[in-house]
C-alpha cells in the first residue's frame, strides 16, 4: 500500500519562496538585459538546479508497505526497512536530526534494530500506522 506524504505549510512556503527568489533572478536578468544579449552563468545552473530538487523533494516523496518492508523514498533518499525490524513508533513528534525523508513536521518517528530510527510525514499517521500493525502487532505505538 503507497503512502503520501503530507505537506506542512511552512515548508512549502519556504522551498516556493527559494524557487520563485531563484527563478526571479534569472528571469529579471535575461529581461533586463534582453534575450539576445543574455550571458548564461554558473549561477543560472547552481539556481535551476537547486529549484529542481526542491520540486523533486516535495512532489516526489512516498512510502510503501510491503508484507515485509516499509520503503521510503524522497528525492534522491531511497531506502527499506523489514518490517519485523520495527520495534516502535513514536506519534506526532519530529526528529529535528537523523534521517528524514518527510516533507512536514508531527509525523512518525520509526525506531528499528538496535538504535536506528528514521522519521516520515504520512498524509494520516493514524492510517499509517493501522495499516502496519496488521503486518507486525508486536510494534509498540508511543503517543507524545
Avoid at 13 to 24: C, E, T, V, W, Y
Wanted: charged share 25%.
Amino acid at each position: 500500500m503507497k503512502f503520501t506524504s503530507r505537506k506542512d505549510i511552512l515548508l512549502q512556503l519556504i522551498g516556493f519562496s527559494i524557487i520563485g527568489f531563484f527563478i526571479g533572478i534569472i528571469l529579471y536578468r535575461i529581461f533586463s538585459n534582453g534575450i539576445e544579449n543574455y550571458n548564461f552563468m554558473w549561477t543560472d545552473i547552481f539556481m535551476l538546479a537547486v529549484a529542481g530538487f526542491l520540486i523533486w523533494l516535495g512532489l516526489g516523496t512516498n512510502y510503501e508497505l510491503t508484507q515485509t518492508e516499509l520503503k521510503y523514498k524522497s528525492g534522491s533518499i531511497r531506502g527499506k526497512i523489514e518490517i519485523d525490524k520495527i520495534h516502535e513508533i513514536i506519534k506526532g513528534k519530529t526528529l529535528w536530526s537523523g534521517l528524514k525523508p518527510a516533507t512536514a513536521r508531527n509525523g512518525l518517528i520509526i525506531k528499528y534494530e538496535k538504535y536506528n530510527e528514521i522519521y516520515i510525514s504520512p498524509k494520516t499517521n493514524d492510517s499509517f500506522v493501522k495499516k502496519i500493525l496488521e503486518l507486525n502487532g508486536k510494534i509498540k505505538i508511543t503517543n507524545e
